[in-house]
């Protein structure tokens, strides 16, 4: 059964460990570097100037004798040598004597090092000769007017600038990790007589509480801890791509095409199927304690309701909270490279939105987004506070309320379906992903929430299942439980049936990549199926094990190691892309050539080196 189960997980494993390489240059890509006619052409544009200016007077020094000063010396050093190349901007700006200037197209960015004298209204007089350049290298017609010049250090210094809420911040997290200390001190020595307030502070206890909380009520339901790392893993595989590809890499085109053609790397462009995976997770356990409020305590079952928002509100608030005020106030004062785009549209996007947040409305808004990726977390609080009523139909008449929850995935079917058609949207790497689609479909609730419904519908059936043979039960469901207990083979037809399910959901997106001319009516199909069909997989390779027929599966991602990783999903999935805006920021090198490296493709490599 292992070994089932292992086959894709390896897959996974290697797909994602072969990620960009980030730390050093890629020697599997070859970018066209920038020549000097370029640099020449630049520094004729200056010169042809009808009133020629230091800058002009400083390029004519560099046309007579380049390496005459450390002025020019440093011009070539930190300039950048290729599409995309930001150069050294650390470098550039640790001199008195030079400027760091960033010039942005639509389709790329170059970062240049130029004399001090050249200012930005100086450089912008020749901007028609540099796009005419730029043009000649890359092959590509440059819209004039999207093209823009910018200083980045100065840009920096606003962007940066220490203001009262980041000494707030900083004092508040000071403070905080002060009094964390001193109670975890206390608490080690005076363990016995120890108030609410050191415990609550002490770090050992917090960790104990993380890391050894008690387990679910059922140990049969420790599987979905396997489970939920799992998702995480793959969530963080797929921002990690998603993120450099952002960044500015010279490269991207050759990393693109690796990617389309890779079919193993499926597993990266349907990552998205982890966040699928989570709301179908978050939709059966939510679901446990309305089961019981509704079918036990009836009466009592509106506090229940009541209590349960106002937990889940304030257990999701203090983290997310911490999340928003770093990157407002505590990313800004650690850079110390040029922002990157992305880090700074999030930084102001913040500053005028960060309510939409704390409000779990983020997902509905259509400008300005505060930490986009947070729209899960809004999306799942959100089916949250419907979920009393999915389970509340259900417990009072199964007909009605599949009916009604089936009213409900038709109705977000139609709207997926009218949005992937008006929109022209589609989700493969072979045509460029504009905007709509995270947008207009990728992020709102009434597209997102069938996997959260049959995590509901998902509860209910185990529940059904684990009543007594002398307790009233559906025939079907009695039926497939003597089905897989009745027969040896029986459950390994439900993992089979469940690893293909889900294979095929992750694998045809291979097709539309590398045959890119499909019906859009094929993409639309395509997009209300698949998701759908993968939790239906995996609601196949959990139900032996949840209702106690799959011991081994039980054993493997019920571990206790996986149980203490599970509980740090939310604050593992809120902060990681903070860390790698940090990298974005932090990092000697602006640039980040990606490729990719296959296990396989290096084994070969030596195969043959040894023949």
């Known amino acids: 059964m292992k070994s089932l189960i292992t086959l894709p997980l390896l897959e996974l494993f290697v797909c994602c460990f072969s990620l960009p390489d980030i730390l050093k240059p890629s020697q599997h890509f070859n970018s066209p570097t920038l020549p000097l006619s370029f640099y020449q052409r630049l520094a004729n544009s200056t010169l042809q100037l009808e009133a020629p200016n230091n800058c002009s007077k400083s390029f004519l020094k560099l046309l007579l004798n380049p ?36 010039l942005k197209t639509p389709s790329f960015s170059l970062g240049i090092c130029l004399p001090l004298e050249c200012t930005l209204e100086s450089i912008g007089q020749i901007k028609p000769a540099v796009v005419r350049g730029l043009e000649e290298l890359s092959g590509a017609e440059i819209n004039e007017s999207l093209t823009e010049w910018i200083d980045v250090r100065k840009e920096n210094e606003v962007l940066g600038e220490i203001r009262t809420g980041n000494i707030i911040f900083f004092a508040v997290l000071a403070l905080i990790l002060t009094i964390s200390v001193v109670a975890t001190v206390i608490d080690q020595f005076n363990k016995c007589e120890n108030t609410k307030l050191v415990q609550l ?36 595989c797929g921002h990690t791509y998603l993120y450099d590809s952002l960044s500015p890499t010279y490269n991207l085109q050759q990393f693109k095409a690796k990617l389309l053609g890779s079919f193993h790397h499926s597993f990266v462009k349907t990552s998205s199927l982890a966040g699928d995976v989570f709301f179908f ?74 309510f939409w947040n704390i409000l779990h409305l983020n997902n509905l808004v259509t400008t300005n987004r505060c930490m986009d990726w947070t729209w899960y977390i809004a999306n799942d609080f959100q089916f949250y506070l419907l979920s009393p009523f999915f389970v509340w139909v259900l417990v009072k008449s199964f007909s009605v309320g599949a009916l009604v929850m089936g009213g409900t995935v038709v109705a977000s079917i139609v709207s997926t379906s009218i949005l992937y058609s008006y929109y022209g949207l589609h989700m493969s790497l072979a045509k460029d992903v504009d905007d709509n689609y995270f947008t207009k479909f990728y992020i709102k609730p009434y597209c997102r929430i069938t996997p959260y419904l049959m995590g509901i519908l998902f509860q209910y059936l185990y529940q059904e299942a684990k009543k007594g043979e002398d307790e009233d039960k559906s025939p079907l469901l009695k039926r497939i439980k003597e089905f897989i207990t009745k027969r040896e083979w029986g459950k390994y037809v439900f993992y089979l049936a469940g690893l293909g399910i889900m294979y095929i959901s992750m694998h045809v997106i291979y097709f539309f990549d590398n045959y890119p001319n499909y019906h859009q009516a094929l993409a639309t199909l395509y997009e209300i199926t698949f998701r759908p069909a993968f939790i239906f997989g995996v609601s196949l390779i959990l139900y032996p094990p949840i209702i106690g ?18 509980r740090v999903t939310y604050g593992v999935y809120l902060l990681y892309p903070i860390v790698i805006y940090l990298s974005l920021i932090h990092i000697s090198e602006p640039t980040r050539p990606l490729y990719i490296s296959y296990a396989v493709f290096c084994l070969k490599k030596k195969k043959k080196k040894k023949k």
């Open 549 to 566: 027929c799959g011991e081994t599966l039980v054993d493997f991602l019920g571990h206790p190691a996986f149980g203490s990783l599970g």
């Open 67 to 102: 390496l005459s000063n450390q002025v020019l010396v440093n011009v070539f050093l930190f300039t950048g040598k290729r599409l995309n190349d930001l150069g050294d901007y650390r470098g550039c700006i640790n001199h008195t004597i030079t400027r760091y200037i960033q």
């Open 201 to 236: 502070f002490s770090i050992p206890r917090n960790l104990d509480r993380l890391f050894v909380g008690r387990n679910a009520v059922d140990p049969n339901l420790e599987v979905f801890n396997g489970v939920k790392l799992i998702a995480m893993f793959w969530v963080l």
């Open 281 to 354: 997770l978050s939709g059966f356990l939510a679901a446990i304690p309305f089961y019981f409020a509704f079918k036990r305590t009836p009466q009592h079952s509106r506090s229940v309701v009541l209590a349960s928002y106002l937990r889940r509100y304030l257990r999701q608030l203090p983290l997310l909270l911490f999340a928003l005020l770093f990157l407002m106030y505590g990313l800004p004062a650690l850079r110390n490279r040029p922002f990157h785009e992305d880090v700074k549209s999030d930084i102001n996007n913040c500053s005028h939105s960060w």
